[in-house]
Every structure is written in C-alpha cells, then in structure tokens.
C-alpha cells in the first residue's frame, strides 16, 4: 500500500465498512477516466474524436477490468486524464495527486508535458508522497535484463497494441499524431523497465492510441468503428474468463501423464528466489519446468495474466504433464530459451 492510498482507503473505511464502497469507488473512477479522455480529446481533436475516444475507451478491456480492482490503478490514470484536461497550475495539482497515489506515473512525465504543457510538469513531485516506505520498494533490475524481455510485449496497451491493432495504428497514423506515438511509446518503455510489467503500467498508453484511432478523418473514419469490434472481441474474451474457475480451466486442457519428476520448477513471481528473472543468468541444468493453472487465466488484481502471457512469449513452452492439486489442475510446461 502506498501512504496516500493507504490515507484514502482509511478514510473511506471510516465512513463505511461495506467493500463494495470500495469496488464502487473504482467504477466511478473508471466512468470518469471515459468522460475524462473524451472531453481531452474533443478539446484537442474535435467532438467526433471525444466522442470515439470515450466509446472506444469503455470497450478497452484493461480499462473495464481495474475498474473493477481494489488496487489503486484506474482512481490514478482518472486524476491523470483530469490533468490533462485542465492544464496549467491546476493540471500540475491533478498530475501531482496522481503520483502520489500511484508514483510510477512521475515517470511518465516526458509524456505528459508533451500532450499538457510544461506546466504540468511540477505535479511528478507529488511522488514524493511515497519517501516514507521508498526503502521497503523491490529493487528494479538493470534494464539490460528487463527490456529485451518486455519490449516486445506491447499487447500490454491493450488490443491495439496487438498484431492488429497495431494494423490499425498504422493506417491511422499522420504527421500529426506524433505527440501521441511519442508518448505511448515513452509509457510502454518505462513499464518496460519494470520486471512485473503490465497492463496497469501501459493503461494510458493505450489511452493514447485510442486517442490515435479516434479522431480519423475521410476514409480513416471507418477505422475507429474498426476498433470498436476489435476491443469489443477482447472484452468479450475478458468476460469470458473473468471468474474462471479450476473447472472452466480444466475444460481446455488436453490428456497428459503426470509431470515428469526430474523437472525444476521456476516461478513467474519476480520476487520469488526461484524466479525466471533470477535464473536468467545461471539456467538450471537439466529440465526446467513452469506450471499454469486456473488463475493465470483469470483477471484478479494480482496481475498473473500479465505475468503467464510473459512467460509465453518469452519462452518456448511444451506441455508435458498435468498436475493435480486440492484447488485444481496445474498444466506443466518445459520450458526451453
């Protein structure tokens, strides 16, 4: 917990101890990050824009789900877009709100003078908040390890930032756009430091390729209703998993023995002493092996969709057995480099 979060959380739980006062606290965040990012872009790009942009924001489906989370991720990205909105010495207090609840966004700043004005800028400061706690902050690894990783893995933006959407971008792209393509590239760059990168990261980065796709004139307007079924079948697919339990994850998984005993688990956690990213450097010996199971799939706050679809791009991964435990089916990879 960050202290600001930490103080907002308190207060809230001093007025009522219901959760789901909780819960509907991130839906009205993530209602504002909608109306937010659309009156930026009607303002910027004209009222079709906003009016794309707003749309095609609610079918995001990174945007739909951590309105849905506890965790302090759309109540940021919605003081964010609100900085953006106002500009000047105000924004510079929005911005700063937003980094204090979530300081990673201070990283961010490049890109949101880029698209606010410099005057926003002051408001990185507000990550500042955090110097209490900032010795008990996981170590970052060196760039060198977490970047060849995780530059690829630009599906983090969201669908657009998939094979397709990224069709999309293309077409849409003009001259003009360029402020846009600067800072969703400088979002997707700085989550890319980050060993648990992921779509909590690259949440405004997605918000500027929709931006992006919004606002196509002549024939580049057909685009934008492009993009809304492309996100509409991802948020379709987010649904489907969403509360995917051991049952609906075992309906897919193919016959296989048990596992093969000789193989040596690695982890996805980047905490965890038998972590992927601490093996990098010194790969065991012999077999190496990585389990998925039911939660990988389904969309929790913990992040480990992020964290499984990583794995699978990252490495060559082989089914090789099933593994049965008291709260479901684990499928074992081998997991090759």
């Known amino acids: 917990m960050q202290p600001a979060a930490s103080i907002l959380y308190s207060g809230l739980g001093?007025?009522?101890s219901d959760p789901r006062a909780l819960i509907a606290l991130q839906l009205i965040s993530g209602l504002?990050?909608?109306?937010?990012?659309g009156i930026w872009a009607s303002r910027e790009w004209g009222a079709k824009a906003g009016w794309w942009t707003a749309l095609l924001l609610s079918l995001t489906p990174a945007q739909v789900f951590w309105s849905s989370s506890a965790y302090p991720v759309i109540l940021p990205l919605a003081f964010l877009l609100g900085a953006l909105v106002v500009r000047g010495w105000r924004g510079a207090l929005l911005y700063a709100i937003a980094c204090a609840l979530r300081p990673d966004l201070a990283a961010l700043a490049p890109a949101i003078g880029l698209l606010g004005g410099w005057k926003v800028l002051p408001g990185a400061?507000?990550?500042?908040?955090?110097a209490p706690v900032f010795d008990t902050a996981p170590a970052l690894r060196p760039f060198l390890e977490t970047l060849p990783v995780n530059l690829p893995l630009?599906?983090?933006?969201?669908?657009?930032?998939?094979?397709a959407g990224g069709l999309l971008i293309a077409l849409a792209a003009q001259k003009s756009h360029?402020?846009?393509?600067?800072a969703a590239a400088w979002v997707h760059l700085v989550g890319s430091l980050f060993d648990d990168y992921g779509t909590r990261h690259a949440l405004f980065g997605g918000v500027c390729l929709t931006v992006l796709v919004a606002q196509g004139q002549g024939w580049r307007q057909w685009l934008a209703p492009t993009a809304a079924i492309l996100l509409g079948l991802g948020v379709s697919d987010m649904a489907r998993w969403y509360y995917a339990d051991a049952t609906s994850f075992e309906s897919t998984l193919p016959e296989l023995p048990a596992p093969p005993p000789d193989c040596k688990e690695l982890l996805d956690d980047p905490l965890a002493e038998s972590s992927h990213w601490n093996l990098r450097k010194a790969w065991p010996e012999g077999r190496v092996c990585w389990?998925?199971?039911h939660i990988h799939r389904a969309w929790t706050s913990r992040g480990l969709q992020d964290r499984a679809l990583r794995m699978h791009k990252t490495y060559t991964l082989t089914p090789v057995g099933l593994l049965n435990l008291p709260g479901g089916p684990r499928l074992v990879y081998e997991v090759t480099r």
Do not use: D, H, N
Request: hydrophobic share 60%; charged share 10%.
């Open 14 to 16: 001093s007025i009522t």
């Open 32 to 37: 504002a990050c909608v109306a937010l990012a």
């Open 125 to 130: 400061l507000g990550a500042l908040a955090v």
């Open 154 to 163: 630009t599906a983090y933006l969201g669908p657009l930032g998939t094979m």
């Open 178 to 182: 360029w402020r846009l393509l600067a």
């Open 291 to 293: 389990g998925e199971e």
